[in-house]
C-alpha cells in the first residue's frame, strides 16, 4: 500500500548543514518531522527552534502544512525513485521581548516632537 512506503529525507538548515538523512513513514505528518527536528537540532546552533511553529519546512518550494502527511505534501516529478529528499528548514527568528519595546514605544512618545522652527 503507498500509505506504508517509506520515504528517506534529510533537512537542510540555514548555514548547509544537515539533519538527517533518516527513513520515514510516508503517513507521518509535518507536524511530527519539525518535532523531529527539534529533537535532533545541533546543540552547537544558536537559535534553536523552540516549538513546531518557529519552523516552516520547504519541499520543491512550498511550504509544508503542519495537518498533512508526507504522502499528501510530496511531488513527484521533482523527485528521483529511491533517492533522499532534501527539505529546507526555516527558522523563525527570535522575537524581541516585549517588555524592552513598550520602554522603546514609551521613551518616543514622552519626548513629543524635537522640531524646530525657524
Avoid at 18 to 29: E, L, M
Avoid at 84 to 105: C, E, F, W, Y
Wanted: aromatic share 4%.
Amino acid at each position: 500500500m503507498a500509505g506504508d512506503e517509506l520515504v528517506e529525507l534529510k533537512f537542510r538548515l540555514a548555514d548547509g548543514s544537515d539533519i538527517g538523512p533518516s527513513k520515514y513513514n510516508s503517513s507521518t505528518t509535518v507536524t511530527s518531522l519539525k518535532e523531529r527536528i527539534i529533537a535532533q537540532w545541533p546543540k552547537d546552533k544558536e537559535n534553536g527552534p523552540k516549538s513546531i511553529n518557529d519552523i516552516k519546512l520547504i519541499n520543491a518550494g512550498r511550504i509544508l502544512e503542519n495537518n498533512r502527511t508526507i504522502a499528501e505534501s510530496r511531488l513527484p516529478l521533482s523527485e528521483v525513485p529511491g533517492g533522499v529528499i532534501t527539505m529546507h528548514v526555516v527558522v523563525r527568528p527570535p522575537l524581541p521581548d516585549k517588555n524592552s519595546d513598550k520602554l522603546q514605544d514609551n521613551s518616543q512618545k514622552k519626548g513629543g516632537c524635537f522640531c524646530s522652527i525657524l
